[in-house]
């Protein structure tokens, strides 16, 4: 009877520690996981940060370079320059015609 007794309280032991740890490697587990998961938010984070500026510089760049005052800049240094003196044609001029 004794030994019945005490071998149910081993099979129990045995058991609660069994079970114990599995409980702390489980634990362990979700917290290696947590920590993980955060620092992988942490960097997506930090990129998202990342290509909302370069956003912003590239709408900047599309800004400047499409206002007047860029093509004008533009035009300066492809060696176009202002006429200085501006011929009118009228409709009722011919310009070109068949002899």
């Keep these: 009877m004794k030994s019945n007794i005490k071998n149910k309280k ?3 032991n045995i058991l609660f ?3 114990l ?11 290696v996981e947590t920590a993980t998961s955060g620092a992988s938010l ?6 998202e940060a990342t290509l909302i ?6 709408e ?3 800004v400047t370079s499409s206002s007047l005052n860029g093509y004008e800049e533009k035009s300066q ?8 003196k501006i011929f009118y044609i009228n409709p009722s001029d011919v310009v070109a015609k068949l002899p």
């Design 77 to 84: 240094e492809l060696g176009f320059v202002k006429p200085s």
């Design 53 to 58: 500026q370069e956003n912003r510089d590239l």
């Design 10 to 12: 081993s099979k129990n």
């Design 17 to 19: 520690w069994v079970g």
């Design 60 to 62: 900047d760049a599309v």
């Design 21 to 31: 740890i599995a409980f702390v490697a489980f634990f362990v587990f979700l917290t």
């Design 42 to 47: 942490a960097k997506l984070e930090q990129d």
